[in-house]
Structures are given as C-alpha cells and as structure tokens.
C-alpha cells in the first residue's frame, strides 16, 4: 500500500469535547500497549489518503495528494463522513470499510455454519450483518438425513445471537444484526414473539418480511397461506390480520419485531437477475443481496445552513447553500466509490459481488439541525417540503456524480443487465448511491442530530461508552435562548428535567414552535418525514417513529398502515419508555 506522507501544513482539525472522547477510545489507532498511535490529524488523513490512493488506478482529474487533501477537510470540516469501518480501517492491514453485509442462511447444518462463522469473520472487522431465515425447515418438520426434527429458525437464531456476544469487536462495536423471517414462513408466530422476554436475542433487531400478498390478504381480512420453504407445500393458513393484530401487539409491547416490505424491497432491486433481496443490514436502511457488502457515508446538512443568499424569485431555495451541497455530494461519491476498491472483504464471494454491483450509500445527518436554524418546525408541511427537496437534490447530484464516474471509470460490471441499462438510464458506476443511516456514532464525532431524526431532547443526559453520562445541551436551541435573552441556569435546568420546551409557556411561541423535539410532534410527523426522504433514495431510510408511552396498539396499526400506503420499504416504531434501558433519556426520571 503506498501511503502519502501527513503534509506539514495539514491543519489540525478543530474537536469538541465528545468528539475528542469518541475518537480517541474507538477511532485512533493503538499502540499494543493500549497507548495512543496517532492523534486525529494521523486519522483523518490516514483516511484520506488511503481513499484517495484509489485514485491511481484511474483516469482521473485529480492527483491522489491533491484528492487527499480535499478528503481530509471534507472529513474535518464536518461536512461529510463515511461509515465507521472506513474510519477506523481504511490505510490499516485489515482495510474492511463496509458496514453493511448480508448473508444467505441455507437449509442444512453446514450452511448454517458457514454463515455463523462468516458473521463473526464480519463482526471482528467492525460490519453489521443481516440474514433471512426464511429457508430455514419449520420446527418439528423432519430431518431426512437423521430421521429427527428440526428446530426450526428461531432456534437456530440463538447459535447467532450467542456467537455474536462472544465476539467483541476489537474493544470498538460489539456486533449488530438483523434477522428476517417472512410472514409466509410456517414458524412465523414463534418469530413475532421472539424478544418477548427482555434481553433475549439482544444482539438482533428482527423484522418480519411482509408481502404484498399478505398485506392485501389484511386489508380485505382473508387468510393467507403459510408454506414450507423446504417442501413448498401449504403447510397452514391463518387469518392475515391476526397476524397483523400480534405483530402491532408485540411492537406496541417492546418495539419489536420491526416490519419490511420485502416486495417493495424487490421492485426496486436494480440487478434482479442476480436474485432476489430477501434481507437488509442491522438498522434496516440497506437492502443487499446474499453475499453483498455496502458502505455509507453521510452528509452533514447542518453545515450547509447560510444566513445570506436571499432567493426572492425562488424563497424555498433560501438559507441553504446549494452549490457547496452540489460540491460536496460530487466528491462524497468519488469518496465512496473509491472505498470499494480500497475495502479488503473477509471473503471472496463477498469481494465478487459488491465488485460487480458496486453499491454505496450517500445519507444525510444533521437534519433536526439545519431545521433549527432555518427556524422551520420538522412537524409542518415547511419542513417535509424542505427534506423532500433536499433529498431530491442529493439524489439528483449524486446520480450525476455516480454517472461523471461511469465515464471516468466504466459502469458497474452488471451495468448491462441491470434496470438502468434497460430503462436507457445512466451508464452509472454504481448500482445504488443512497441511503438514509441511522449515523449513532458519526453524528457524535460531527456534532449533529442523527440521520432524518428530530432531536430527542434539547437538553439530555447521554449515555456513552462504559456508563459515562454527559449532560448535553443543543447548540442552536443554546444560541436561540440566548438571542432571546433568556439563557439563564434555572431555565436551562426546567428544560433539562423535561428535554422538551413544548410545555414551557414562558418561553417565546416561536422557540417553542421551532425547537420541537421527537416526543412532542404526533407520530405521524416521522413516518411523513421517512417517507419524503425515502421517495428520493435508492435503498432505504433508518428512522425510528417514536410514540409517547399512552401510545396505543392502533396508533401502531395506523402507522404501519400509512408506512404501507406511503411506499415506505419498513417501520420501526419505539414507545416511550417500554424497555427498562434506553439509550438516550430525558431528565425524567434519572
Ligand atoms: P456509524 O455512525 O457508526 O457509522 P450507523 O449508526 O450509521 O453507524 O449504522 C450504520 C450501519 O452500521 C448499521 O446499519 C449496521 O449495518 C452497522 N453497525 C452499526 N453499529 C454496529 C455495531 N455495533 N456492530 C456492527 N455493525 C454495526
């Protein structure tokens, strides 16, 4: 690997107390002693420069220093980062960049196996991994080579759930993944209620694969066929909206399962000749096929937010640098292309197939953000109309990008019989360019809101990495009450034991209008927002809608009902307060 000398005018990039946490105990590179190797400026352009060493292999308009070094402030400016595995990774002996990985889960002993073993391959080099277990025989259906009985899917998803807690990640991420099961499958029940005693499959988020069959099956309350995926027989029937009725129950109960629309997910497969889409990565936002890696990377929009730049002819475009997101999309791309080429994947198979689809996924951070300085409310039409557009654009400029690419670089190699070729778009050098990640991690190391979501409280108490907690407060919302003059401790402390200015009636209408947090809006507001954005992405949006605790098992059904409707590819849906541990927690009862 040839590595570019750290230029010595390099600027060092400027940390805020999380960020210089977060980096130093999961991002910087150790000595074998535990001690530091490299300090964030070493990082940063180890990144860089092993990204932009990509280069070389190309035609291209730029030098790989000169890329480098547009890398490096991209990153330090906080305008755009990729995924943690390519932080923590890239220019390393290990070079796994992915964060996203599917595995195909088979009807014998081996391939199941193969695939625990595969995972925890995955797992030690920071990615997530999804699966379907859908080939899995049911339970008690007979085993032909031993005459005994299978024990279906969900006991086999404990042998992963089990691996998966035995593998630490290098002291960095402790394993993440999710597990389909379709709602055809004759052990269905069994799966829906999987999690229902807490802690049980904790390192798995599950999702039930519905189908278009089935959903149709609900609406005209009809009962539905359940097949054996080992004989393909009908193996039962049962009412379709009793199904439905148990999956809100258990979501209403724990937030779990979670739902995919696994047609949808299909209609929108851009190489279907490869097969079909049967699972996503852990957090839901990136559909692959069996075998297929993805990286991400995301855009940090609440550095785009400027003050000047009236637009009279065009109002809506005000407040939003426009040609700057233009500029930074166009590079983010090549950025992320060029991880491809950079990423060393644990198995060959998974080489050859991200090679020939060359899939990445460009999101979004820092939305709640550039909102609050817009002054627009996330719960008003405004704000919807602003995702909607601002999606849309980066979709816009990065299939341009992706196509700029194609002729630099060639087409992905399935070009040709992919749906672009067919539909006479393109050529473009990647089979898919966006998706909306739920950015846990990258949104601490940039200082923003995570991904598309509302702030889920201005002032809270987070807590990070081995029980420590920090009490921290929105910037924005901290410069709004200044500029109202009303600052001070004793209000910072009533808005601290509620997360929420919603209620504080001596606080000015407009802050209270324009500081809503994710608890204060009806639900209804996330799953509108997830679906502006996901009508502008390839894969798919991670959003979480959040409902208050008196939420109630219809105010599920009609959210999963409106995702379905509004052409979302699946929900997740959380109620307040109904695990004994949350991530993030408002001052209420701490
Ligand atoms: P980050 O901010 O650290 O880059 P995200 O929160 O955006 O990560 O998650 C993106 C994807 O990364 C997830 O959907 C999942 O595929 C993978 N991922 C996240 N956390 C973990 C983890 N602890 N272990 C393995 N993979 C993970």
Request: glycine share 8%; net charge negative.
């Amino acid at each position: 690997m040839i590595m570019l000398p750290l230029p010595t005018d390099l600027p060092e990039p400027e940390l805020s107390r999380n960020t210089a946490v977060v980096l130093q105990k999961r991002y910087q590179r150790k000595n074998p002693d535990g001690s530091l190797e490299e300090t964030p400026r070493d990082l940063f352009w180890r990144v860089a420069a092993a990204i932009a060493a990509q280069e070389a292999a190309y035609q291209s308009p730029y030098s790989p220093e000169a890329l480098a070094r547009e890398f490096y402030e991209l990153m330090t400016s906080w305008k755009f980062l990729p995924n943690s595995p390519t932080l923590m990774n890239a220019g390393t002996d290990l070079g796994q960049l992915s964060a996203c990985f599917v595995l195909p889960v088979g009807d014998s002993i081996e391939e199941i196996f193969d695939a625990v073993k595969y995972a925890a391959m995955i797992h030690k080099s920071g990615g997530g991994t999804g699966f379907s277990f859908s080939r899995l025989r049911p339970r008690d259906s007979r085993v032909g080579s031993t005459g005994g009985v299978a024990s279906g899917p969900v006991s086999f998803l404990r042998i992963f759930n089990t691996a998966t807690e035995q593998i630490k990640q290098g002291g960095t991420r402790r394993g993440a993944n999710m597990g389909i099961l379709r709602v055809d499958h004759p052990d269905i029940l069994q799966f829906i209620r999987a999690k229902e005693k807490e802690g049980e499959f904790n390192n798995f988020n599950l999702s039930v694969g519905l189908t278009e069959a089935f959903m149709q099956a609900v609406e005209k309350d009809a009962p539905y066929d359940l097949r054996d995926p080992h004989t393909g027989e009908v193996a039962h029937r049962l009412r379709a909206r009793e199904v439905f009725d148990l999956l809100v129950k258990k979501a209403w109960q724990s937030g779990d399962p979670g739902i995919v629309f696994l047609d949808r997910i299909n209609r929108d497969n851009p190489t279907p000749d490869q097969g079909e889409i049967e699972s996503t990565n852990p957090c839901g936002e990136q559909p692959l096929l069996p075998f297929e890696a993805c990286n991400l990377g995301s855009v940090n929009l609440a550095r785009f937010f400027t003050p000047g730049h009236e637009n009279e002819a065009d109002p809506a475009r005000n407040g939003v640098d426009w040609t700057e997101l233009a500029r930074v999309v166009h590079l983010a791309v090549r950025f992320l292309d060029n991880v491809i080429d950079a990423s060393r994947f644990p198995l060959e198979i998974i080489t050859e197939t991200v090679r020939k689809n060359r899939k990445i996924g460009l999101g979004v951070m820092g939305f709640a953000d550039l909102l609050f300085q817009l002054n627009v409310p996330y719960d008003s039409p405004e704000g919807l109309a602003l995702g909607e557009r601002l999606m849309a654009f980066i979709q816009e400029e990065g299939h341009k990008a992706s196509a700029q690419l194609a002729q630099e670089r060639g087409p992905f190699p399935a070009y040709g019989s992919s749906v672009y070729a067919a539909r006479k778009a393109g050529p473009y050098r990647n089979a898919t360019v966006t998706t909306i990640a739920p950015t846990g991690t990258l949104s601490i190391i940039a200082g923003c809101s995570s991904g598309v979501e509302p702030l889920f409280a201005l002032c809270f108490t987070r807590n990070i990495l081995d029980g420590e907690r920090l009490l921290e407060v929105n910037p924005y919302f901290e410069a709004a009450l200044a500029q109202a003059g009303m600052c001070s401790p004793e209000i910072m402390e009533a808005v601290a034991a509620k997360g929420s200015v919603k209620d504080l009636d001596f606080l000015p209408e407009d802050l209270r209008r324009v500081f809503v947090t994710a608890m204060d809006m009806a639900p209804v507001w996330h799953l509108r927002m997830q679906a502006a954005f996901q009508r502008h992405t390839d894969n798919a949006v991670s959003k979480t809608v959040n409902l208050p605790h008196e939420a109630t098992e219809k105010d599920i059904f009609d959210i999963y009902w409106l995702a379905y409707k509004e052409g979302c590819k699946g929900v997740t849906v959380y109620r307040d307060g109904c695990k004994s541990v949350q991530v993030l927690a408002t001052g209420e009862g701490q």
